[in-house]
């Protein structure tokens, strides 16, 4: 399985955007970036996904490098109900599963 | 509403005792699977299912066993459980591999 690295925390303040940093230097041409996140006590949910271009829902924006070696996923106006670990996860369109790694846990601050 | 539930959510057993832990999802999808978490490791993949009867092992299958028998239920078994089963478990489904994952609650299981 192809590898990402992320931080292990960030904080961010209530109402602002957070940026969380993925980097993937060894992604293949047919890996999906998706995002995954975990809020405390319930099992991980669907954030985002994408293959090349940077990527927009209801719930967060998607900015993948051009040369696909890294990604950001933002979420616009962190609130507190966003404190979670998030997961970035490379997912060929065969594979049978989702390789989670440890994630970064994001901090809001009221 | 569209989910994964997952029973029992909490339980607390002794080694050897055969348990199973239910998984039923209502979204027609074919594909599901079973991770289990600890901390530090993160999620890791333990059997998961294409479709009808057909499963296979994922990262971490030993001591465990899956059946699909019908498309909505995905039962993990544990035959023999040991202490290190204890875990938080999750049940997921997608409609297909490597799409979108949908996650159940979790169940907490504590082997004594």
């Known amino acids: 399985d192809a590898k990402t690295t992320q931080p292990n925390s960030m904080e961010s303040n209530e109402e602002e955007p957070v940026h969380l940093p993925c980097n993937h230097s060894?992604?293949?041409?047919?890996?999906?970036i998706h995002w995954y996140r975990q809020l405390p006590s319930q099992g991980p949910e669907y954030v985002i996904h994408?293959?090349?271009s940077n990527v927009n829902n209801r719930m967060a924006s998607l900015a993948i490098a051009e040369d696909r070696k890294s990604s950001t996923l933002i979420l616009h106006r962190a609130t507190l109900r966003d404190a979670a670990v998030y997961y970035c996860i490379l997912f060929w369109s065969g594979a049978n599963n989702l390789f989670f790694g440890t994630g970064t846990r994001l901090t809001v601050i009221p | 509403e569209a989910q994964v539930t997952q029973n029992p959510r909490y339980l607390i057993t002794v080694t050897g005792k055969k348990l199973t832990v239910t998984c039923s999802q209502n979204?027609?999808?074919?594909?599901m699977s079973w991770y289990r978490q600890d901390p530090g490791l993160g999620l890791r993949q333990i059997y998961y299912s294409m479709n009808v009867e057909v499963t296979d092992k994922g990262d971490v299958p030993e001591g465990y066993k899956v059946s699909r028998k019908e498309k909505r239920n995905f039962p993990l078994i544990l035959e023999s459980p040991s202490p290190n089963q204890t875990s938080l478990y999750f049940c997921?489904?997608?409609?297909?591999?490597?799409?979108?994952?949908?996650f159940g609650p979790g169940t907490r299981l504590t082997v004594l």
């Open positions: 994408g293959l090349t």
């Open positions: 060894t992604i293949s041409g047919t890996d999906y």
């Open positions: 997921a489904s997608s409609s297909s591999g490597g799409g979108k994952e949908f």
């Open positions: 979204m027609n999808h074919e594909y």
